[in-house]
């Protein structure tokens, strides 16, 4: 009977164990909580690179989707800034930040004149029914 408890409390810790090390790998993928004063000049930065650019995409740089929207401007010629995620300082801090400004929590994460449009399916749409240079054109 010992025995049985012992072998089932090892099984539980082990468990336990590895859940608690898959936990802290999935938390360490995502940006830490950011608050206060930097989390003020991220938004702010945010902005600023969406107000400065007639197409901003947030994206990352293997993201598979990103390249796809990135290749469809590119085909027509269409300037746009683009800001891999994933290789800069607080890149996952600014997408956790554009995650609560959009609702989105995909890449990319397109904004055309200063307007959020979505994501890889949006831009698409928009390409295939005519309405991206459209948009791009348009007087306010």
């Given at each position: 009977?010992?025995?049985?408890?012992?072998?089932?409390?090892?099984?539980i810790?082990?468990?336990l164990?590895l859940w608690?090390l898959?936990?802290?790998?999935?938390?360490?993928?995502r940006?830490?909580?950011?608050n206060?004063?930097?989390?003020?000049q991220?938004?702010?930065?945010?902005?600023?690179?969406?107000?400065?650019?007639?197409?901003?995409?947030f994206?990352?740089?293997n993201?598979k989707?990103?390249?796809?929207?990135k290749?469809?401007?590119?085909?027509h010629n269409?300037?746009?800034?683009?800001?891999?995620?994933?290789t800069i300082?607080?890149?996952m801090?600014m997408?956790?930040?554009?995650?609560e400004?959009?609702?989105?929590?995909?890449v990319p994460?397109?904004?055309i004149?200063g307007?959020?449009?979505g994501?890889?399916?949006?831009?698409?749409?928009?390409?295939?029914?005519g309405q991206?240079?459209?948009?791009l054109l348009a007087?306010?």
């Amino acid at each position: 009977i010992y025995v049985e408890r012992a072998c089932a409390s090892l099984y539980i810790m082990r468990w336990l164990w590895l859940w608690s090390l898959l936990l802290v790998a999935v938390l360490a993928t995502r940006g830490s909580p950011v608050n206060g004063q930097k989390r003020l000049q991220l938004e702010q930065q945010i902005n600023q690179l969406v107000a400065d650019n007639r197409i901003m995409i947030f994206s990352k740089s293997n993201c598979k989707w990103c390249k796809k929207v990135k290749g469809l401007l590119a085909t027509h010629n269409l300037k746009f800034k683009a800001i891999n995620l994933d290789t800069i300082k607080d890149g996952m801090a600014m997408w956790d930040l554009l995650e609560e400004m959009t609702g989105q929590k995909t890449v990319p994460n397109v904004f055309i004149r200063g307007k959020h449009v979505g994501g890889c399916d949006a831009v698409t749409q928009l390409h295939e029914k005519g309405q991206l240079v459209k948009l791009l054109l348009a007087r306010d």
